[in-house]
């Protein structure tokens, strides 16, 4: 796999920052910028990223929106919902320019990988100065340049560039937990999905790269890391020197000063044998598998390209709570798929209770241009979709809340995150992913501390700090 080292030290940059720093002597105050994520982890991370190039030219962060320098949107792509969300906020800031012509907009991520979007963007939203996909990240600095030096609109895509940019400088959300990419793009071809057209063909990063940054953060006081990628099962096929996800979780594991290694997200097809071993043996991988099944009727799945049967989904899962009888499983569910009938979804119910999930992520189906799924026949009207959505929803739910109901009495290990807004309480997670509110000082964030179970509610529970 190609990689390249990113060099901040372009003379663009330095004019960038020398111009940053002028604006700081002049008004007392640093240029702000504000990101907007939408979407998943991997989008989270890409925002870190982009945060990180922003301070390196001399910008600090603003939670102001309305008054920051520059606000950039990182899109998501993977429903109707987001991508109208995105437009929604556009409309707004379009406003806030007219008053604020200074101010830059950026738009950046899943949606600026599809020109049709990008061309009603450059049509309808002309106010947009900067466009880059996300394969350009490092490309930013290069970006504001030409808009503010040379007074030009910047749009910089690269469809599905070979290349992985290393050392790219990240301003990390938390300093005890840390997002770290595993693989980027996908080759899946779910047919009802657009990450494979928009995020490209699958590429793995080195161990020794995946290791370093592993380390890095532990002496930096990182206690929990989660390993991102569409399918972290495939990890390392497509690797000059050949080395499985299994073989990552072990020398991942030998790090000292990281407690907990998570990862998302696990294609059941691709879930071995020795990666189960991996699990049950490296003691700081969570019991926490999150297995999208998606459905559960075998002809939705064959049309859908999940490339598994519903039989060997429950083998796997089997193999699972076997091996590790602790071990939390999650998933995703897509009801409505086209062509999905009552039979089809009374698998997916069947599947459910089968399976016990901890916890779902729901989704109804929503149609992608450019995908497969998109001209199936039998497209499932929406009066459909949400009838069904809301039995899944009420069987789910009754088993979440059987599950939670039995850690009741039981003390479980809680990385603390933050303190919850509402309740004034802390609020961490388990291993096995479940959130725990609770009393207790703003000093133990960051830390892990016992606490025992004393009520618990469908999506988090309730306890007390115990020695
Ligand atoms: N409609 C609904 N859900 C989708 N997902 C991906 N594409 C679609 C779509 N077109 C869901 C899948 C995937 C999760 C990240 O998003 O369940 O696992
Ligand atoms: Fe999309 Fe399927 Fe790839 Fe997941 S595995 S990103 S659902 S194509």
Redesign the pocket.
Known sequence: MKKEELKLVSEQIIELKNKNEHFFIMNGRRKTYHILTYGCQMNEHDSEKIAGMLTSIGYEETYDDKNADLVIFNTCLIRENAELKVFGKLGEVKGLKRNKPDMLVAVCGCMMQKKEIREKLLKSFSFVDIIFGTNTIHELPGLIYNVEINNKKSVDIIDNTELIYENMPKNRKFKFKALVNITYG?????T?????YVRGREKSREPIEIINEVKALAQDGCKEITLLG??VNSYGSNLENKFTFAQLLYELNKIDGIERIRFM?S?PKDLSDDLIKAIKECDKVCNHVHL?V?AGSNDVLRRMN?KYTKEHYLEIVDKLKTAIPDIAITTDIIVGFPGETEEDFLETIDIVKKVQYDSAFTFLYSLREGTKAAVMDNQIPDEVKHERFNKLLDVLYEIVLNKNEQCIGKVFPVLVESLSKTENTLTGRTEHFRLVHFNGSEDLIGKIVNVKITNVKTFHMEGITVD
């Open positions: 996908c080759n899946n071809f779910c009802y999905c657009v990450v494979p569409q399918n997200t294609h999208p998606q999940r």
